[in-house]
Structure formats: structure tokens, C-alpha cells
């Protein structure tokens, strides 16, 4: 920013930096998900999964459609894998594209301890409240 001071120079002003973090989001029925980018491994596209798949011993796949609603996702387009805190491999079945937004730090809240034990996904652990062209609330996987 450029700020015109009494003796008539022109001085430059740093603005401020505001902190952002790359988030992957992506939606499950009424629900955003997000994923912090340096925690995904890979997406893979074009994805077919019974009930009992799973992509390697090393990925643990989790269906929160089904958590959410009860009923396993039937046509998943694909499935982001992503380390958890305890650096376990997972995997989660989307049917939407994700989209790659970037996340202010201070709009990402830490969900209460007993909102996380208690809801039945159990696995956000922030929450964040993004400006789009409208609001969009973004649940932290990761």
C-alpha cells in the first residue's frame, strides 16, 4: 500500500499477510469436507469398491456417506487418501470433484473435545468457516 505523507513522498506500507492453509474440500450430501493438502497422498479417479474393499492392507477405507446417512456410497468418482494424526493411511469415497481452496488460518476453529467424541463421524477435528460466493462451513478432517 502506498501512503502519501505530509512532506509529499510517497512511502510503502507493508499489508498485512494473512495465513492461509491449501485445503482439498469436497461434499458429501449437505456436509463439506476438507483436507489440508500436505496430508493428501493421492486422489484416484474412476474407482469401483464393494462393501469389504480395500485399496491396499495399508489403507483404511472410510465411508462417511454411510456414516452420515446410513447408506454406503454406491458410485464413488473417486478417493482421497490422506495420513490421519496417528499416520495411518486412509482413504475416503467421494462423489464429487474436490475442489483446492485456500483456507484463512484464523477463519479454522478447534471443535470441542466432546463434540468430537460424541458426534457420530468422530474424525473432524476443526471446523472452518469460509468465504465463497456464499458461506461455506468446512468441517477439518485432518
Known amino acids: 500500500m502506498l501512503v502519501n505523507t505530509s512532506s509529499n513522498?510517497?512511502?510503502q506500507i507493508p499489508e498485512q499477510v494473512t495465513l492461509k492453509i491449501e485445503t482439498?474440500?469436497?461434499d458429501l450430501g449437505e456436509v463439506s469436507f476438507g483436507i489440508p493438502i500436505n496430508k493428501i497422498d493421492r486422489i484416484i479417479s474412476n474407482v469401483h469398491l464393494d462393501k469389504?474393499?480395500?485399496l491396499t492392507q495399508n489403507v483404511e477405507?472410510?465411508?462417511l456417506h454411510d456414516r452420515l446417512t446410513g447408506i454406503p456410497i454406491s458410485n464413488p468418482t473417486a478417493i482421497a487418501i490422506f495420513t490421519n494424526d496417528s499416520q495411518q493411511l486412509c482413504g475416503i469415497p467421494i462423489d464429487t470433484v474436490p475442489t483446492l481452496i485456500c483456507?484463512?488460518?484464523d477463519r479454522i476453529r478447534t471443535?470441542?473435545?466432546n463434540f468430537c467424541t460424541t458426534n457420530?463421524?468422530?474424525i473432524a477435528s476443526h471446523i472452518a468457516m469460509v468465504s465463497t460466493p456464499t458461506e461455506?462451513?468446512?468441517f477439518i478432517l485432518a
Do not use: A, Q, R, Y
Open 103 to 105: 483456507v484463512p488460518l
Open 61 to 63: 477405507i472410510i465411508d
Open 24 to 26: 482439498i474440500v469436497f
Open 120 to 122: 457420530p463421524l468422530g
Open 136 to 138: 461455506l462451513t468446512i
Open 111 to 113: 471443535l470441542p473435545h
Open 52 to 54: 469389504n474393499s480395500t
Open 9 to 11: 513522498k510517497w512511502i
